[in-house]
């Protein structure tokens, strides 16, 4: 096993569950990333770029979307709490998580992906 899948398998529940279920999503919704252990949380790379990264903070699992800034849809569900560029979506339960919500945001970064990090 590699560091970011011991990350996700190392956290206390619920966080262990929803970032199994964020993990599952996203690779099925983007099967091109490659899961990399980057800045010590698990880092979704596409190409050798940034996509997305998975963190549990003292009581929610923050799900980072490196080229927020250039999203559309969903913004009622995105945080950027103090953040330029960054956007993320939180969650503290696994019952939280709307599929759809998740992967039309994921579909939109794949699309977004070659943006400048800046918009």
Known sequence: MNPAENYILDKPEPFRSILLHLQS??????PQVDLKFKYRVPFY???????CYLNQTKDYIDLGFWKGAHFTVHQEHMVTEGRKVIRSLRYTSLEEINDTVLIDILKEAYAVRDAKFYK
């Not at 999503?25 to 983007?30: A, D, L, Y």
């Not at 790379?45 to 996509?51: L, Q, S, V």
């Open 45 to 51: 790379y596409i190409n050798g770029t940034p996509f």
């Open 25 to 30: 999503v996203i690779e099925r919704t983007v």
